[in-house]
């Protein structure tokens, strides 16, 4: 049955940086559709807020760690280990976002961005490996999802070059990450979201809605929903033959990158 490809019931995740955004959009419809939810945080206190919503629905336990930090990295997957001897689903999605102009651009908003955004990715997915691979099978493996962007395939207009940067390594990692751990029953994939409603593209969206709504072939922002289908999607039956890939989520913004212009 199609419902059964698409079950999630039973399986344990952790989501990072879940507590607001894509990843709070990606547990909520972990949790409604019956996993076992994990939300890491760099704030303790909006962490377990949003656990405790989202526990209206099911299982959220929240874990309160800043992944800038490799110390942290080491003590959340010592976190799961303490709790789990197998972990399902890992979507590495905490992240930050940095602008300036390229003339003053500093080594912290750099050094900043590649801890959270890549490094991060990286270690946390070596730690939980023995996890995950306890929880994968030849029919149904293990899953990591990682959270890229399109800006990480194109060209953003904001000065944002370590952010853009990071994300188009998320998507290479992602790829290399794939060919090695398919053998470990892991398939590795990402998501590249294009203009979602989240805090780090709010001050954006304040000034320029209607510009960037009408960048966007379909036509609006893109909506909590349309996140989770892909999210569920690399994490059920319905893909277990799909590894190495970089799924866009942007209502067609990649499709038309070459059309802005007309001919």
Known sequence: ??????????????????????????????????????????????????????????????????????????????????REKKLDILVNNAGAAWAEPFETFSEEGWDKLMNVNLKAIFFLSQALLPEL???????????????????????????????????????HLTHHLAKHLARDQINVNAIAPGPFETKMLAPVLATARKAIESSVPRGRIGEDDDMIGAAIFFCSRASSFITGQVLAVDGGIMAAAYMQQPL
């Open 1 to 82: 049955m199609v419902s059964q490809l698409f079950d999630i019931s039973g399986k344990t995740a952790l989501v990072t940086g879940g507590s607001r955004g894509i990843g709070l959009m990606i547990a909520r419809g972990f949790v409604q559709n019956g996993a076992k939810v994990y939300i890491s945080s760099r704030k303790a206190e909006a962490c377990e807020r949003a656990a405790a919503g989202l526990s209206k629905y099911g299982t959220c336990i929240p874990l309160a760690h800043d992944l800038g930090s490799m110390a942290e990295v080491k003590a959340l997957a010592e976190d799961i280990k303490a």
């Open 133 to 171: 691979k306890a929880a994968g099978t030849a029919d149904d493996p293990a899953r990591i999802v990682n959270i890229g962007s399109i800006d990480g395939i194109l060209q953003p207009q904001l000065e944002s070059y370590a952010y853009s940067a990071s994300k188009a390594a998320v998507h």
